[in-house]
Nanobody, 120 residues
Framework: QLQASGGGLVQAGDSLSLSCAAS????????VGWFHQAPGKEREFVAA????????YYADSVKGRFTISRDNAKNTVYLQMNSLKPEDTAVYYC???????????????WGQGTLVTVSS
């Protein structure tokens, strides 16, 4: 199971860090990704990190602003979001599976979502 947390209300230009905590002994075997869904829009890929943490992949819209990382000892994946923009406002979800499934939005495990609101 995945539990996303860390959302909140911030101003444009601020930073926020999200966490995705997982239960289970096999967490380190899975890639984990972050997605967001803005009101009235479809869910979109944000970032993903491989099981080892050795490489990451980002949507163009967040490159250079967001950083995904993981601590397998703590069964947690993080999303550091800097220079936030109003268009980043969305519910953020984490997901886990093999890397291809995560990047393709076909992961089998999803967290419940945490709301990020960025005011202008």
């Amino acid at each position: 199971q995945l539990q996303a947390s860390g959302g909140g209300l911030v101003q444009a230009g601020d930073s926020l860090s999200l966490s995705c905590a997982a239960s289970g002994r096999t967490f380190s075997s899975y890639a984990v990704g972050w997605f967001h869904q803005a009101p009235g829009k479809e869910r979109e890929f944000v970032a993903a990190i491989r099981s080892s943490g050795g490489s990451a992949y980002y949507a163009d819209s967040v490159k250079g602003r967001f950083t995904i990382s993981r601590d397998n000892a703590k069964n947690t994946v993080y999303l550091q979001m800097n220079s936030l923009k109003p268009e980043d406002t969305a519910v953020y979800y984490c997901a886990a599976d093999n890397f291809a499934a995560v990047v393709g939005g076909k992961a089998r495990s999803w967290g419940q979502g945490t709301l990020v609101t960025v005011s202008s």
